[in-house]
Nanobody, 116 residues
């Protein structure tokens, strides 16, 4: 399975972005999907997850992003999204898509830069 992220870019603080993660085949029935981010000099951190279809598609977020980040998916397009609102400079990072199931897959990442 290949995961390809897109949608990153340079945005002003307060703006919004929608990141996309396209999977090369249908996996959402048995794979949980997640978005992580890694800022320079920091560890990769989890920012959103959605469980597999068979597990109910339940979403979860850490408190640090709750209310601003929304994960969703379009099964017909094999695509997971991350909507980020009210962007802050501290959201600047490379954002990675992750699929977790019988195996674990990662995308290559997409850069998000938020200017103040």
């Amino acid at each position: 399975v290949q995961l390809v992220e897109s949608g990153g870019g340079l945005v002003q603080a307060g703006g919004s972005l929608r990141l996309s993660c396209a999977a090369s085949r249908s996996i959402f029935s048995i794979y949980a999907m997640g978005w992580y981010r890694q800022a320079p000099g920091k560890q990769r951190e989890l920012v959103a997850t959605i469980t597999s279809d068979t597990s109910g598609g339940i979403t979860n977020y850490p408190d640090s992003v709750k209310g601003r980040f929304t994960i969703s998916r379009d099964n017909a397009k094999n695509t997971v999204y991350l909507q980020i609102n009210s962007l802050k400079p501290e959201d600047t990072a490379v954002y990675y898509c992750n699929a977790r199931g019988p195996y674990v897959y990662w995308g290559q990442g997409t850069q998000v830069t938020v200017s103040s």
